[in-house]
């Protein structure tokens, strides 16, 4: 049994007593039911994918794994392809917004190279686990093969499985490369069955001319691939990266570990989709963190059957989205876990 296979196997469903422990308790703290709205309703789901009725969210991690793509070639963005591996030397100094914003929320952040074509910079402080130099041009041919896919999902793995001595209680999922929103786009196309012109964004702030242009090669990659929606190897080894592959085989890691897993932009959206078409159940364990005026991340959480916590009208990626929802995340665990009952606080309560 492979690495992936394993993974898969080892996820099970919500813990149903966790979260009626958790349903409990809330209606006993010093409140009117339900008026936590929604951090009532994710603390229960927490409870549930931990299986505790206090759980915990103590120890966070980001993970940003960065990949680039043969498809830039199409001219489908507006930035060189030099900066993504630019972007892992900011990454690994500290300076890019992921690293302000994980330490605000104290979480470690974790950069790993899945397939970016220049080499890391050097000093270790970036994980490499590099499939390839770049996927191939998906708008003429498969982007990689099925093995590649593989081994994608399962860097992935390896990467989450190393991180958790200690466990980690909550992981948020991001993304950096190049030209990503193209090959995130055919994949919420394939999966949803919407138009390339309902999913596809402007990216990195592409003009009109370039943006009916990049869904013209989206519709040529999908034309000429043909990738299976049921098939979910199948569509990232055609129209995905290995970066896609990698953020979809750590959100199976997570799962498989009871870790629940915050969801950040269109590519985290489009990794998710992977994720769930192999593990179906994964999908339980996932929070959106926040929605993207990328298009096709509306489209991407809406077929996973998720609604986002945020809508600050963001776009960046890097797990910035997941890492401002691990405020909320921990609010509504906080709430549950630190709030007297009527019976603690000596309130009446209701009729």
């Not at 992936?4 to 919500?14: P, S, V, Y």
């Not at 915050?262 to 929605?291: Q, Y």
């Not at 916590?309 to 876990?337: C, F, K, P, W, Y």
Request: charged content about 20%; proline content about 5%.
């Amino acid at each position: 049994m492979s690495l992936l296979e394993q993974t898969i196997a080892a996820i099970g469903d919500l813990h149903a007593g966790a979260m009626q422990a958790a349903r409990e308790r809330q209606s006993q703290l010093t409140k009117p039911p339900g008026s936590l709205g929604r951090l009532e309703r994710l603390s229960v789901q927490i409870a549930g994918i931990q299986g505790k009725v206090r759980p915990e969210v103590s120890r966070k991690a980001l993970f940003v794994i960065a990949g680039d793509h043969g498809v830039v070639a199409e001219g489908v963005t507006a930035f060189p392809q030099d900066v993504t591996s630019q972007m892992l030397a900011n990454f690994a100094a500290g300076g890019a917004a992921i690293n302000v914003l994980g330490r605000q929320v104290g979480a470690k952040v974790v950069v790993v190279d899945a397939g970016v074509v220049g080499d890391a910079p050097t000093g270790g402080s970036v994980i490499v686990r590099k499939v390839g130099r770049g996927t191939k041009n998906m708008a003429v041919g498969p982007a990689m093969s099925r093995e590649e896919a593989m081994r994608a999902l399962e860097a992935g793995i390896e990467v989450l499985e190393g991180e958790m001595d200690p466990p980690l209680d909550l992981v948020g999922v991001g993304d950096m490369g190049i030209g990503n929103t193209t090959p995130s786009a055919a994949i919420i196309s394939t999966f949803t069955g919407l138009s390339p012109s309902v999913v596809t964004g402007r990216g990195t702030g592409i003009d009109d001319a370039m943006h009916t242009h990049k869904i013209s090669v989206i519709e040529r990659a999908l034309a000429c691939n043909r990738p299976d929606p049921g098939d979910a190897l199948d569509v990232l080894s055609k129209v995905g990266g290995f970066e896609i592959g990698a953020m979809a085989g750590m959100m199976l890691a997570a799962v498989a570990r009871r870790v629940p897993v915050i969801v950040d932009g269109v590519i985290s959206g489009a990794a998710a989709l992977v994720a769930a078409g192999l593990a179906p159940k994964s999908k339980d364990f996932m929070i959106a963190g926040h929605r993207s005026v990328e298009p096709g991340h509306g489209s991407a959480l809406a077929h996973l059957g998720l609604e986002p916590l945020l809508d600050l009208e963001m776009r960046l990626g890097e797990g910035t989205g997941s890492a401002i929802a691990m405020h909320v995340v921990e609010a509504a665990v906080r709430t549950l876990n630190e709030m007297a009952t009527f019976a603690e606080a000596g309130v009446s309560g209701a009729r």
